[in-house]
């Protein structure tokens, strides 16, 4: 009998815990954390028969699983079925070898952060990352669920499906479930870990995330935070310098078209081109100064994005691709483009939202339209001897000459210049937005601004005027 072997003997006989049924799990998940969630892929992802993986769903919500016993490379348990059938159930998980235990738990002591957080009930995604890159795979994979029940099922039957539910609840409250299940005990592994650890130490002079007396026992039963224990491990070394802008977006690589013949080229190859062009936008605004300062845009709805693909689309195939895909004909998606053009999603929001303001608003927006034109035309407010001017001025021409201030019709957010092609919306973000009216249609005339005198001074680019 080999070495391996007989160690994995010795650890079984004193490496075996057992946990009480758990209660009936009614609208919830079975997972919580990342790696239980990794271990409900292995087994979703490995079973043939969908349906026996609900159904075993089905049984562990309802809590008909008994005690779990886990020991090292099985899990064993009773599972009745809807008759009250009770059926022998195990689960094996390949055990990991003295090479394997040795590069993983080198890998653990290596890092006093990993440390800290085995000791927390936490497995640091690092840490299984470098296990991985070391040849451990330290969650299970497809295919590594081995299911055994007396129901006489060959593959993952709803018995073994449900125990694997349920011990993945388990594995959210303690890691170290697993690590038993590849072969070694809680106890067994803080010794280890005490032993490398103070190997090290002596190395280096100095204890890594250890206790009182070099020991990883106080630290454990002290309940340490992870992040003192972190901050006496080895300085961080410093961040890189932040990502240099590039001339422009980078160019996608031409597809191949005879390898995939019913691929449709052009439209993948935009979709890259408008990705790079995206990220690029995305990049230059991370670096620009003040950006962490600013709040965050949100993420932009499948209509809008289409529009900022329309945007980005100079064949009109392509755009009325675009336009049969959603809920805009062809006219109304050049006109939200253009729209587009002046400020993004918000410009394509003070189009399409036709809204009214509440008191509070519109009594802000009164007040804004007032202030304007009599800072514009009032004499007290132009004087820079003023000490205390009455509201925000503007050196617009156009906005000077405004004598008297235009008269306003408003119809909800919509202010119309009387007699005019002009008007003025407001948007749910405070900015102006100046649109003119063509062919018996109102059309964006320019980008949104603070107060709606420069807003309706503004020139329409499109007309050159």
């Known amino acids: 009998m080999d070495r391996d072997r007989m160690n994995r003997m010795d650890r079984s006989d004193r490496s075996e815990k057992t946990f009480p049924a758990l209660p009936p799990a009614p609208g919830r998940g079975f997972a919580d954390t990342w790696w239980g969630h990794a271990w409900l892929r292995a087994l979703e992802d490995s079973a043939l028969d969908g349906r026996q993986v609900k159904q075993g769903r089905r049984y562990a919500r309802a809590g008909v699983v008994g005690a779990v016993s886990v020991r090292p490379g099985r899990l064993t348990a009773v599972v009745r079925g809807p008759d009250g059938t009770a059926h022998r159930t195990d689960v094996l998980v390949q055990e990991f070898t003295e090479a394997e235990w040795d590069r993983l738990l080198g890998l653990a002591a290596s890092e006093a952060g990993h440390i800290a957080a085995l000791l927390d009930r936490e497995v640091p995604p690092e840490l299984a990352e ?9 969650l299970p994979g497809i295919g590594d669920l081995d299911p055994r029940c007396d129901c006489g099922e060959w593959d993952h039957c709803s018995h073994t499906a449900a125990l694997c539910y349920q011990v993945a609840r388990l594995l959210d409250r303690d890691p170290f479930v697993l690590l038993l299940l590849r072969g070694r ?12 650890n103070s190997a090290e130490a002596e190395g280096q002079g100095q204890g890594l995330g250890q206790g009182q007396g070099g020991s990883l ?11 003192e224990a972190f901050a006496a491990g080895r300085a961080l070394p410093p961040l890189p310098a932040p990502a240099i802008l590039p001339d422009g977006p ?6 191949d078209t005879e390898s995939e ?8 190859e935009f979709l890259a081109q408008a990705a790079a062009s995206e990220a690029y936008r995305r990049l230059a605004r991370a670096l620009s100064p003040g950006h962490a300062d600013r709040p965050p845009r949100p993420p932009l709805t499948a209509a809008e994005d289409a529009v900022r693909l329309a945007a980005e689309a100079c064949d009109v195939r392509v755009r009325s691709r675009l336009a049969a895909s959603g809920d805009r004909d062809r006219a109304a998606l050049d006109l939200a483009v253009r729209a587009w053009g002046f400020g993004g999603a918000p410009a394509l929001a003070v189009l399409e939202d036709d809204w009214t303001p509440d008191r509070a608003t519109l009594a802000r927006a009164r007040a804004a339209l007032a202030t304007a034109w009599s800072d514009a035309t009032d004499p007290a407010a132009t004087d820079p001897t003023d000490p205390e001017p009455t509201g925000p001025r503007t050196t617009d021409p156009a906005a000077t000459a405004a004598d008297p201030a235009p008269p306003l019709r408003r119809v909800r957010a919509r202010w119309t ?11 749910r973000e405070g900015r102006w937005w100046p649109y003119r009216r063509e062919a018996g249609r109102w059309l964006p005339a320019g980008p949104g601004a603070p107060d709606p005198a420069s807003a309706l001074a503004e020139p329409d680019p499109a007309n050159g005027t």
């Open 130 to 138: 470098d296990a991985a890159a070391a040849g451990v795979e330290l």
């Open 185 to 196: 005990g809680e106890r067994e592994l803080v010794d280890e870990l005490e032993r490398r």
């Open 217 to 227: 026992r106080p630290l454990a039963d002290a309940g340490v935070p992870a992040a």
């Open 250 to 255: 980078g160019q996608p690589p031409t597809l």
């Open 261 to 268: 013949p019913e691929l449709d080229v052009d439209a993948v």
């Open 417 to 427: 210049v009387a007699g005019t092609d002009r008007q003025l919306r407001l948007g």
